[in-house]
């Protein structure tokens, strides 16, 4: 469908005689018509922005969204505003469908300037681009609904039954290598469009995960190379940001093919719990780097709701040093020498202190299992 939105875009850059570019609501670039490399005029610093980085400026949105282009039902003329970043006129012809705007093609409005009649056969083609998004939204909507229905179903014929409608609606991308994210708490109010997230096959709301109460969103998203998941992590990224900065994410290990969705969902949401209980894992973080909260994270709510009793004492609000001094110590396997250097004290100051984490839990530092207990429960008090 891809290639139809360049046909369509390549018809308006004809018919006005000017590089079109197609993005939608969200503004997310779908496509571009090429710059005539013999034009001497430079190019717009709005335009390459939106090619090279997929989307447009928040300022560069509010500025084009203040001349009411979300209402206009035909061409809106929008002049420059330097003080957002727009040193060039505009037309926008926006891009609708039984009357609710889905995208906008934009152009350098120069001097003279399409003619009436070029404008309205361009918004001609406007509206069969209308079309063709209102057809992949619907399409869209299908295929996220099918993924959430993978990632809640129980066991048994519910669940192969949500997996046989997911293939169905993937088509042959469902035998493609996939990794899925996790961005939680999720608290926007509408759903991203899929296109608007690079190799994202689905988003679906989602939660909650191990047992919290916020929602979260789920992507799948497509990799070319089960090795390579740079396209999960940039997909993270682009929700993160409009997520909100309490967000996190997790991406899960990739697959290839469908049966392992529901673990792959466990992984991913493990991931993002992880980012946000250690924050030098996030704020986008793999399963596959997340140590020791790989298992944590797979015990449940229940499990890491309440501190061991032995360990309770330490984690109250004046021992707040103390814990971490232990966690400290125990994160670098019992080396004195490299815990003091971490945490800028002297041996002897560290030496009072994991005296003090004894005395306050009862457990014994130089035994085994009580190091590990101790080690455990620090974890999962930051879950």
């Not at 109460?213 to 409009?242: E, F, G, K, Y």
Request: include cysteine; proline fraction near 8%; charge should be negative.
């Amino acid at each position: 469908m891809k290639g139809d939105y360049q046909e369509l875009v390549d018809e308006i850059s004809g018919l006005l005689g000017a590089p079109a570019t197609l993005e939608n609501r969200d503004f997310g670039l779908v496509a571009f018509g090429a710059h005539d490399g013999d034009d001497d005029a430079p190019m717009d610093p709005v335009r390459s922005r939106s090619i090279l980085t997929r989307r447009s400026t928040p300022a560069v949105r509010a500025w084009f969204e203040g001349f009411g282009i979300a209402r206009a039902t035909g061409p809106v003329r929008i002049p420059a505003g330097p003080e957002a970043g727009v040193f060039l006129g505009r037309i926008c012809l926006p891009v609708r469908h039984r009357g609710v705007v889905l995208g906008y093609v934009w152009l350098l409005d120069g001097s003279p300037g399409p003619t009436d009649g070029q404008l309205a056969a361009a918004m001609e083609v406007a509206d069969r681009i209308g079309a063709l998004l209102h057809e992949e939204s619907q399409a869209g909507a299908d295929l996220s609904r099918e993924f959430g229905a993978v990632l809640t179903a129980g066991s048994g014929r519910q669940r192969e039954t949500a997996l046989a409608a997911l293939r169905e609606a993937l088509g042959p991308d469902a035998d493609r290598p996939h990794a899925v994210v996790c961005v939680t708490p999720w608290a926007a109010d509408d759903l991203p469009s899929p296109r608007t997230v690079p190799a994202a096959a689905a988003l679906a709301p989602v939660g909650p995960p191990g047992g919290t109460s916020a929602v979260s969103l789920a992507a799948l998203v497509r990799l070319r190379s089960p090795d390579v998941t740079i396209p999960a992590v940039t997909a993270a990224d682009r929700l993160l940001a409009v997520a909100g900065p309490a967000a996190t994410a997790g991406v899960s290990e990739p697959r290839r093919g469908l049966v392992g969705m529901p673990a792959a969902w466990h992984e991913a949401a493990g991931a993002a719990r992880a980012a946000a209980a250690e924050p030098r894992l996030g704020p986008i973080a793999d399963w596959s780097a997340v140590g020791p909260y790989r298992l944590l994270t797979g015990l449940g709510a229940a499990a890491t709701a309440a501190p061991d009793p032995a360990v309770a004492p330490l984690l109250a609000p004046p021992h707040t040093a103390l814990a971490r001094t232990a966690e400290a110590f125990l994160d670098r396997a019992g080396q004195a020498g490299r815990t003091a250097a971490e945490l800028g004290i002297h041996r002897q100051t560290l030496y009072y202190r994991l005296a003090r984490v004894q005395q306050l839990t009862g457990l014994d530092l130089n035994d085994g299992e009580d190091r590990l207990l101790l080690h455990m429960a620090l974890k999962a008090a930051r879950l």
